[in-house]
T-cell receptor
């Protein structure tokens, strides 16, 4: 149980294009999802907290107009990297916090999306 | 400001040996301390977690030791196996287990057969 699926797992696109990454909780509902970015051999850095039905909360230094987050349902959050450039190339990971039993339930992580901008 | 400091950055251990990873935190409001295991190209997976009301927690070959006064906690991997070769992250959060996490820098563990 508690599976989080990310799609796509790997994407390569040209500089200047926009890329959408999906994060789905497959067998549970999640009012809160988190988006992380991880550069090679580095730790996970929280980018934003996504709340179903409301605006995302971005961490300091993260451009909200560049990284658009939509959490339209209790099982789906999307991250759109707009006008992507090579420096946006990274491993993007989402996690979901289960709605049921929230105080005792940890975040469940997806397997990440590797984004390469040429 | 790095709120959770992790050491060492990398570790090589022989099969059957003990891997020890340490973390120190600054924010005394942290009250949930999980450890994650991450393989290349995958997301992190929760290994074990502890709250400050206990000083030690063991699950299989994995043990967390927690020192509240020193604001430190550590992961011990007993009888290390080649399959344990991965990157390990400590983390900390405030309140509910699913709240916002602050991660340590990570430790790459290599278990030699």
């Amino acid at each position: 149980g508690a599976v989080v699926s990310q799609h796509p797992s790997w994407v390569i696109c040209k500089s200047g294009t926009s890329v959408k990454i999906e994060c789905r909780s497959l067998d549970f509902q999640a009012t809160t999802m988190f988006w992380y970015r991880q550069f090679p051999k580095q730790s996970l850095m929280l980018m934003a907290t996504s709340n179903e039905g409301s605006k995302a909360t971005y961490e300091q230094g993260v451009e909200k107009d560049k990284f658009l987050i939509n959490h339209a349902s209790l099982t789906l959050s999307t991250l759109t990297v707009t006008s992507a450039h090579p420096e946006d190339s990274s491993f993007y990971i989402c996690s979901a916090r289960p709605l049921q039993g929230a105080s005792n339930q940890p975040q469940h992580f997806g397997d990440g999306t590797r984004l390469s901008i040429l | 400001q790095q709120q959770v400091k992790q050491s060492p950055q990398s570790l090589i251990v022989q099969k059957g040996g003990i891997s020890i990873i340490n973390c120190a935190y600054e924010n005394t409001a942290f009250d949930y301390f999980p450890w994650y295991q991450q393989f290349p190209g995958k997301g992190p997976a929760l290994l074990i977690a502890i709250r400050p009301d206990v000083s030690e927690k063991k699950e299989g070959r994995f043990t967390i030791s927690f020192n509240k006064s020193a604001k430190q906690f550590s992961l011990h991997i007993m009888d290390s196996q080649p399959g344990d070769s991965a990157t390990y992250f400590c983390a900390a959060s405030i309140g509910a287990a699913g709240n916002k996490l602050t991660f340590g820098g990570g430790t790459r563990v290599l278990v030699k057969p």
